[in-house]
């Protein structure tokens, strides 16, 4: 029997691999696949996440409560908002038409935004370059 092996390997006959040798490399090559598969799932849950993760923090960027302004209007709004609503009355300036149109844009800003003291301040600003009036 040695002899028969030995004498084709010499004449060149080569055996066929096994079937089992075909089933291991069919399992290797769907592992393979599953495996990029995995990978790729990976990578995109990834990239999802970081997306939600600087949308969330854009999110918050915007949304930030000012809490000096919080204090603020609490307790200094009401006493601005009345002071400016005496002065900024659209009535006040009936006799020019410019002014009473800007008087009037600004008596509705004022009456929005009663309750925020920023927004108030600014007010207060913007009557004394257009209106004219002094504090």
């Known amino acids: 029997m040695k002899s028969d092996s030995i004498q084709n390997i010499i004449k060149g ?9 075909n089933l291991w490399l069919y399992i290797a090559a769907i592992e393979l696949i599953c495996i990029l ?3 790729f799932r990976i990578y995109t849950l990834h990239h999802k ?4 993760e600087r949308l969330k923090q854009k999110v918050l960027k915007e949304n930030e ?4 302004n919080v204090i603020n ?13 005496g ?6 300036f009936a006799k020019d ?11 509705s800003l004022l009456v929005k ?12 600003e913007r009557a004394q370059k257009e209106l004219n009036i002094n504090f």
């Open 113 to 124: 935004n009663k309750y925020n003291y920023k927004m108030l301040c600014e007010l207060k």
């Open 87 to 92: 002065k900024c009355h659209p009535d006040k």
């Open 49 to 52: 996440n970081s997306e939600k």
């Open 37 to 39: 598969l995995l990978l």
């Open 65 to 68: 409560i000012d809490f000096e």
């Open 13 to 21: 006959i080569t055996v066929e691999p096994s079937s089992h040798t």
């Open 73 to 85: 209007s609490s307790f200094k709004a009401k006493e601005l908002y009345n002071e400016l609503k």
């Open 97 to 107: 038409e410019f002014l009473n149109a800007k008087a009037t844009e600004i008596f």
